[in-house]
């Protein structure tokens, strides 16, 4: 963007594009918009993000969101807790949530195991969540991380470690996605659709 | 959304779905990058916003964003004022200064005229470009709004209103993109290239 422009709003734009998903263009999208609107538009944009970074944190049981110390899952006692859903992020957690049917409890990963960019075990939940299996209260850990090589490698190796505190480790079905055409899957997909096939 | 989601989290991401381009799910992504990044990160946008709501405006001359009065086009006495190139938005006059060889100035509309979305001339700042028409010192009016049916009325609306006063009106050269393939372009777009040919 011109060297020009007015300070505040080459500031703003500079913060904008470092928000993922939003390039230069969609930061002046979003700048002029915010501009155009009446100034309680962007007052109330302001107001929930000092809100968010005041309350916001992770959940210290199973690091979803949460207001205060615990999330609104952990803090749910109708929630199974002998069984944790393994995701990579807060917004896998609320995919299965729309989804509806599951009932247990939760452990986000922040992220998967990439030796390539310096991203090992440590730099994720993987030690809380052997502490929480350690516990003795969980019966199954169901790994629902990305059908990618690094979400594969990860939940290999979290697989290893729960069975060796002798809990049951699922992992989602993988097969044809609702509404797919199967002229038009991949190879692999349809490879695992076969493997995973089920009595009719 | 789930409605038990932390309300500070609930509140951010409906704020962040108003934003033009960003729905549920990249407001999901963009609430938990701020929200895993160090503090600074979420103070860095805060602060961007407030000096923004501060101190941007809109110039009075032009329209475009300025910080004060006038933007640093129109307060750029190595800019020809006798030349004004027409655009819809900051973001279009962004993209003229960014191709570089432009040097006159500007006004922006912050819009088109669409009769059934009730948005009719009074609506956009067509009265302050005839003011300045009058004022005598232009030479020649630039119209380089979208080459949509909208875009095009609006041309031709205020082209008659500004010849009217004697000055000459232009309109942005139409034509194949560059680097485009002949054999993907659309009818419309290879008629108005004909029409336009120039000798080589």
């Known amino acids: 963007m ?22 230069p263009k969609s930061a002046l999208r979003i700048a002029q918009y915010l501009i155009s609107q009446p100034q309680s538009e962007i007052e109330g944009l302001i107001e929930a993000l000092v809100r968010v970074r005041q309350s916001l ?3 210290r049981q199973c690091f979803n969101f949460a207001d205060g110390e615990l999330c609104w899952i952990c803090q749910n006692s109708e929630r199974d807790p002998t069984t944790i859903c393994v995701v990579e992020t807060p917004a896998d957690l609320q995919a299965i949530e729309t989804a509806g049917n599951y009932k247990g409890h939760y452990h986000c990963l922040h992220g998967v195991i990439v030796p390539i960019e310096g991203v090992g075990p440590d730099d994720l939940k993987i030690n809380s969540l052997l502490d ?3 516990g003795g209260r969980v019966n199954e850990v169901i790994l629902a991380l990305s059908p990618t090589p690094e979400g594969e490698a990860t939940a290999h190796y979290i697989a290893r470690l729960v069975r060796q505190e002798g809990v049951r480790v699922t992992q989602l079905a993988m097969g044809l996605p609702a509404g ?10 349809i490879a695992r659709a076969l493997e995973g096939r089920r009595e009719l």
Chains 1, 2 share one sequence.
């Open 132 to 134: 929480r299996v350690k």
């Open 57 to 59: 944190r992770l959940c």
């Open 180 to 189: 797919a055409s199967l002229t038009y899957a991949d190879q692999l997909t």
């Open 2 to 23: 011109g060297r020009d422009q007015p300070s505040s709003l080459t500031v703003l734009l500079r913060r904008l594009e470092r928000l993922p998903g939003i390039g």
